[in-house]
């Protein structure tokens, strides 16, 4: 799948079949989020990778907006630097890392931000001057999804040429 393909298909994933993802693939996501640009090629990243299914079920557990990470194969805990661009460029990681998952079949979501995350820093030894940003949950979809079917605004309500406002 190319990369325009991918952007215009992705859809957030919830529900995960029981298999698991393929270590060459894992490699090819956490890759993909480690080769993402970054500000001053600062890198304030860390992933951390939990297959255990243990583990999976307590981060499902802590994740108020993710119980379904414990049905997932895969998780991905994202951590970062507390630095101005931190957010920005582990966001940017993340994107990739779904987008890459996405294109080879694995489906993903955004569980969980930076505020609530403490106690899945402390589960996961996060150190404390790190904060955990995101859990992100992988898996075969369990159901097929709709790819492309987004309910988006027209181009015309949030892109201008030149100036605010004017018709792009």
Do not use: C
């Not at 404390?128 to 709709?146: N, Q």
């Amino acid at each position: 799948m190319d990369v325009f393909e991918a952007v215009r298909t992705i859809l957030a994933v919830r529900s995960y079949r029981d298999d698991p993802v393929p270590e060459a693939l894992v490699q090819r996501i956490v890759e993909s989020g480690r080769l993402t640009a970054s500000a001053r090629n600062a890198q304030p990243w860390h992933f951390i990778m939990v297959s255990d299914r243990a583990t999976l079920g307590q981060l499902g557990a802590l994740v108020p907006t993710g119980p379904y990470i414990g049905q997932a194969a895969l998780a991905i805990v994202v951590a970062i630097q507390r630095t101005p661009f931190a957010v920005s460029d582990a966001s940017r990681a993340i994107q990739s890392m779904m987008l890459v998952a996405w294109a080879d079949g694995v489906g993903s979501n955004w569980a969980g931000f930076v505020g609530g995350l403490r106690a899945v820093g402390d589960l996961l030894n996060v150190p404390s001057d790190m904060d955990v940003l995101a859990v992100l949950p992988f898996g075969f979809p369990a159901v097929p999804v709709g790819q492309g079917k987004k309910g988006r605004k027209p181009l015309s309500e949030v892109a201008s040429r030149e100036r605010f406002g004017q018709p792009f």
